[in-house]
C-alpha cells in the first residue's frame, strides 16, 4: 500500500513557474514508476508526465514537453513535477500516482495509487 501527498500547487500568471511535490509513504516507493496526470473541469484525466522507478527514464505528453520536467528523489519518497512557461490551459487539478507494472505508461488504468490532487491556476 502507497500513500501519496502532493503539494505545490497555487495561482501563478501566465509564463511563471511551479513546482509540485508528491509525498509517498511506505519503503517500497523506489519499485514503482510515478506518474502525473491533470483533470480540468469538464474533462478526462490526461497523462502529463512519468519517471520510471530508477528514475532514468521519463516521458511527457506533447503539451508539456520542453516546459515541465519530472524527477524524483528515492531518498526522500519523493516525486516532483517542475513546471516552467505556464500557459492557461495548464490549468488543472494535478495528481500524482504510482503504478507496480513497470511500463512507464500513460495509461491511468496503469497505475495502482492516486494521490488527492494539487490545484494549478493559471491566470493570462
Known amino acids: 500500500q502507497v500513500q501519496l501527498v502532493e503539494s505545490g500547487g497555487g495561482l501563478v500568471q501566465a509564463g511563471d513557474s511551479l513546482r509540485l511535490s508528491c509525498a509517498a509513504s511506505?519503503?517500497?516507493?523506489?519499485?514503482?514508476?510515478m506518474g502525473w496526470f491533470r483533470q480540468a473541469p469538464g474533462k478526462e484525466r490526461e497523462f502529463v508526465a512519468a519517471?520510471?522507478?530508477?528514475?532514468?527514464?521519463?516521458y511527457y505528453a506533447d503539451s508539456v514537453k520542453g516546459r515541465f520536467t519530472v524527477f524524483r528523489v528515492n531518498a526522500k519518497n519523493t516525486v516532483y513535477l517542475q513546471m516552467n512557461r505556464l500557459k492557461a490551459e495548464d490549468t488543472a487539478v494535478y495528481y500524482c500516482?504510482?503504478?507496480?507494472?513497470?511500463?512507464?505508461?500513460?495509461?491511468?488504468?496503469?497505475?495502482?495509487?492516486w494521490g488527492q490532487g494539487t490545484q494549478v491556476t493559471v491566470s493570462s
Open positions: 500516482a504510482a503504478s507496480r507494472s513497470r511500463l512507464l505508461s500513460d495509461d491511468r488504468n496503469e497505475y495502482d495509487y
Open positions: 511506505g519503503r517500497t516507493f523506489s519499485t514503482y514508476d
Open positions: 519517471i520510471r522507478w530508477s528514475g532514468g527514464t521519463t
